[in-house]
């Protein structure tokens, strides 16, 4: 084997080897001690779907003025709540601590995997001849083609 061709292969297993990798990105979420429930629960709701795709999520909640007075308290109380809204999805990778004027935490997906099926799309059916009919091509099909057949 010549070098050009040693070169080539190689080169297409690392190729290989790089998609069968998965990279993992840490996510940021941030909040304030006082973000209101119905906000929560959006943020809440996005941290889930990060770590059913596979991320990390760093869970900040940044303080100001006197917010810093009852930090510790009321941003580890926050930060107890999200962790264990999503303990069914994560486990949590860094304890709650403080640094500066943010408590963050990090949490990090369990090994679970995702299915890979995706639900059917309501309003597609199977036809009697197997294939995928549209409404649009059920309304045609209920219509008469000619003039004749009226």
């Known amino acids: 084997m010549d070098y050009g ?14 998609k069968k990798q998965t990279v993992i990105q840490v996510k940021e979420i941030k909040v304030r001690p006082k973000t209101d429930a119905h906000d929560l629960n959006v943020k809440i709701r996005h941290i ?3 770590l059913e ?6 869970v900040t909640v ?3 003025g006197r917010e810093m007075s009852y930090a510790s308290q009321s941003g ?4 107890k709540h999200i962790v264990s809204e999503v303990a069914d999805l994560s486990k949590v990778e860094s304890a709650p601590k403080m ?3 943010t408590m963050m935490t ?17 309003g597609r059916r199977e036809r009697s001849d197997g294939q995928a009919s549209s409404p649009a091509d059920r309304k045609r099909e209920s219509l008469p083609e000619t003039q004749e057949e009226r």
């Open 62 to 64: 940044r303080f100001r």
């Open 48 to 50: 889930r779907k990060f």
């Open 5 to 18: 061709k040693f070169k080539y292969m190689q080169s297409k297993r690392e190729q290989e080897a790089r």
């Open 53 to 58: 795709d596979g991320d990390k999520v760093k």
């Open 99 to 101: 640094e500066g004027r």
């Open 106 to 122: 990090i949490v990090a997906p369990t090994a679970q995997k995702r299915k890979a099926v995706k639900p059917e799309k309501p």
């Open 76 to 79: 580890f109380e926050m930060l």
